[in-house]
Each structure stands twice: as structure tokens, then as C-alpha cells.
């Protein structure tokens, strides 16, 4: 599965990368911002994008429609250090289709990834 990562820390970024590449997966892209996730969306189609919910310039739930109204196929990962129910239904009803809290736990990730292959696969909604 081709990744883009999206997160303001670089070594957030960094830790995802070395994950996601162990499990098999290619990271394609890393975005600090709202704003280049938007960009390397469009750019480079990724099959899934994991993405801050909080980041400089424009945020991760912004970025998030900006995605979906070009994008409706990819896999989005909303991942945050504010894991409140709003937070979670704003990002839910914008079109994510997973939200984790930070830190991320690998396992729980992984099980993600695992959903959003099957729901591929099978052409179901995740």
C-alpha cells in the first residue's frame, strides 16, 4: 500500500515511516502541514494517508475535507494527541476512516491497516 504521513513532528513522522515500512507498506510521501498533505495527495494518489489532527498553516480536520472533496477513494488515518468525542465525530463525519489517539500504538495501527485492506479488497465501506 503506498502511505503519505502527515504530522508536524518529525519525529512522529520518522517512527510512522520506519513502521509502516516494516509492515510492507512504501511511504511515499511526509507532510508537516495541512497544507503539503493536501498537495501530495493530488500528487502522488497514495492508497492510504494517516494524518494529524492538529498542525501549523491548516489542520489536520481542514486538510481532511480539502482531501475528500478531491479525493473520495483514499484511506484516511486521522491520528491526534486531543482524542475527545468531538474530535472524533468531526473527524469521522468529514470522511476519516479511522481515528487513532497518541501516541499510536503499533498493534492498533496495524489492525487498522489490516481493516482498511479488507474493506479494500471486499469494496465495503470501512
Do not use: C
Not at 502522488?44 to 481542514?62: A, F, H, N, R
Not at 491520528?79 to 476512516?97: D, F, R, Y
Not at 481515528?99 to 499510536?104: A, C, E, G
Amino acid at each position: 500500500m503506498k502511505v503519505i504521513i502527515a504530522d508536524d513532528s518529525s519525529s512522529i513522522r520518522r517512527k510512522l515511516a520506519e513502521f509502516l515500512t516494516k509492515l510492507g507498506h512504501q511511504v511515499i510521501g511526509q507532510a508537516q502541514n495541512g497544507h503539503e498533505a493536501v498537495k501530495l495527495v493530488a500528487l502522488q494518489q497514495p492508497d492510504l494517508v494517516t494524518l494529524d489532527l492538529i498542525m501549523p498553516e491548516l489542520d489536520g480536520l481542514s486538510a481532511l475535507r480539502a482531501i475528500r472533496y478531491e479525493n473520495r477513494w483514499v484511506n484516511i488515518v486521522m491520528i491526534t494527541g486531543s482524542p475527545t468525542v468531538a474530535n472524533k465525530t468531526a473527524a469521522l463525519e468529514a470522511g476519516a476512516n479511522a481515528f487513532l489517539k497518541k501516541p499510536v500504538l503499533k498493534s492498533e495501527l496495524q489492525n487498522t491497516i489490516k481493516k482498511l485492506n479488507i474493506s479494500l479488497e471486499t469494496g465495503e465501506a470501512a
